[in-house]
């Protein structure tokens, strides 16, 4: 209902994007599988060290789950975490980001509030940013993290193109194209553009 309220998902994709925040076994496996330390040669082994800092920065259009596909990586492996919801869904980030602060130790998730600006500090801030929204933001996020070699994770908006072979059941194609076009009123990085 919070989503639904806040940013106009559709109360069944607000439930179906609920029960995939509360369902992460699968990615947590995969996180923990990847975060294994990896024997190369007899003498040589890869391990993987924290960061330090993760800021994330989340879009309004799966204003929980999202949050969720950044911080839980960051926060597997051995990171402090800073949330910044999108400033059109503040409450859907503010309720995961307390979702995790009662499940953690205290002080390893943080949350900020705020528009653009106040997401332009945070990436400034921290030791590794991940961010999920548009290329432009993306694209000044690149720029600035590039100045101190700050590692960042951005996924970005496309132009998403549906491909229909001459095999295809075209009755399915058709449903296809309408259905993922239009899911999240056709607000979703792979969505069915063209």
Known sequence: ALMTKEMGKLASEAKEEAEGVVDKD???????????????????????????????????????DEILLLALPALAAGNG?????SEVAPMCGAAVVDGLRKALP??????????????????????????????????????????????????????????VLDSADLDKAAKDAVEFSVMNCGQVCCAIER
């Not at 990847?34 to 204003?63: M, Q």
């Not at 975490?81 to 919801?85: A, L, N, Q, S, T």
């Not at 528009?115 to 290329?135: F, K």
């Open 81 to 85: 975490v800073v949330v910044k919801p």
């Open 106 to 163: 205290p002080g390893l998730v943080g949350l900020l509030q705020g528009d653009g600006a106040v997401g332009a500090l945070l990436v400034e801030q921290v030791d590794m940013i991940g961010m999920t929204g548009s290329s432009a933001t993306g694209k000044k996020i690149l720029e600035s993290s590039a100045k101190h070699l700050k590692r960042c994770v951005l996924e970005l908006g496309g132009k998403d193109p549906m491909v």
């Open 26 to 64: 699968e990615l947590l496996n995969l996180i923990e599988s990847a975060n294994e330390d990896v024997k190369i040669s007899e003498n040589a082994v890869i391990t993987r060290e924290p960061h330090g800092v993760v800021g994330v920065l989340a879009p309004w259009n799966f204003p929980c």
